[in-house]
C-alpha cells in the first residue's frame, strides 16, 4: 500500500472487490457468457472485465468453454465458473442438531448430513462430532476431484469475537468463551476458517443464493429454538464496532415479562421463537382449553413439536391457531420497530419458524403497516427464506466464496 495515498489504495482495492463480486454473481447466475456480454450486464468496462476475468482464469476460479455459436457477429468466448476450484465446507452447531455441508466452486451441493444431538450431548462431545463430521465432508470433497479445501465456515447460535473466532456467549447452548476458530485451526491447519453468528451467516445465504437475492438492505430475522438477526447492505453485514451487532432477539419488549437464556426479562425472543409458541399452547389447555395437540402428546408437553402444532392449525384447532397468531402478532411488532429503524428494501424470515409462514405472514403484516410508518412500511416487502433450515450453510459457502476470490485478486 503507497504511504502518500492510503485512501485512494483502499478505495480501489474496494471498488475492485465490488466489481469482482458484480461478475461473480452474473458468472452464477448466466453462465455460460462471454466477457462483452459480461460488461454488457454489470455496465462494467470492457478493460475491466478482461483483467479481473484474466486474474480468475489464472487462480482456476473461471475457465473458458468454447465459443458461442451466436449467428450475429463473430463468435466470442464463453466463460464458466469452475466448480472443481475446489470445494467449500459449511457448518452449523445449532441448540440441537449439527448440519454440514461440502460445495464444489459454483455452489453446488456434493454432499449434506444433520444429526439431532440430544440435551445429553456435552460440549465436547458436540464438538467432536462435528469434526468427525467436516472430516467425512472434506474427504467427499476430495473423492469427487476437488482437491482443494478452499475454506471452512462454522455458523453458531451467539456472540462471536469474528477476529479471532471465539464463541463469547450462546445463552440457548450454554456454552461460553469456547475458541471456536482456534479448535478449527489445529484441525484444519491450513485452511482459511470463519466463524459467524448464524444468523449472519444464514443473512448472507439468502443474500448470495436465495431470497434477498438483488435487494440493497435486507433485514433478516430467523425464529427458531431463540430469534436472531442480520442486517445486510449492499452485500456486506452491518456487523457493530466489535462484531456483535443485531441481536434483535434480547430487545425488551414486555418490561416484566418471561425470563430469557441472557438474564434479562421479556426479551423479543421469549415471544416469539419456537419455546414461546409451545409455552402458550401448554398454558392454554392448563387453563382448560381444548386442543387436539394434548391428545397427540398425550399430555407429556415435551413430545410437542412443530409440525404437529402445524398439523392442528391445518385442522382449525383453536389454541394451536390462536397461540401461532400470537407469536406473529409479536413478530409484527418488533419487525414494524426494526422497519423504522432500519428503512430496508426487505424482511426475510428465516428459521424453524418460516416452516409456518402460512399462519405467521398475514399477521405480521397487518402488524407491520398498522405499526410502521407508512413511508418506510411502503417501501419494505416481506417474504420467507427459500433456504430455510439450509441457509446458515449457503451463508458459510458465499463468506468462504467471497474472502478467497478477493484475496486472490488483492494479491495480484
Ligand atoms: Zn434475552
New binding site residues.
Partial sequence: MSERSPTRTGDQALVREINLSLIMNHLRDHAPVSRAALAEMTGLNKSTVSSIIRELIEGRFVYEIGLSSSSIGRPSTLLELNPSAGHIIGLEIDVDSISVTCANFAAEMICQQKELTGSDLNQAAVLARALAMVEEAARLGQRKQLNRLLGLALGVPGLVDHETGMLLFA?NLGWENVPLGDILRRRFPNTPIFVDNEANLAALGECFYGAARGYDTVLYISAGIGLGGAIVSQGHLFKGKLGYASEF??MTLEVDGEP?????RG?W??LVSQPALFRQIRRAVERGEKSVLSDWVAQDWSRLTLPMVLDAAQRSDTVARAALERVGFYLGIGIASLVNALNPDLVVLGGMLSLAGDFLLPVVEAELHRRALRWTAEAVRLVLARHGADACLMGGIAVVHQSILSQSVAAR
Wanted: glycine share 18%.
Fill in positions: 445463552p432477539g434480547h430469557c437464556n441472557c438474564g434479562n426479551c425472543e421469549t
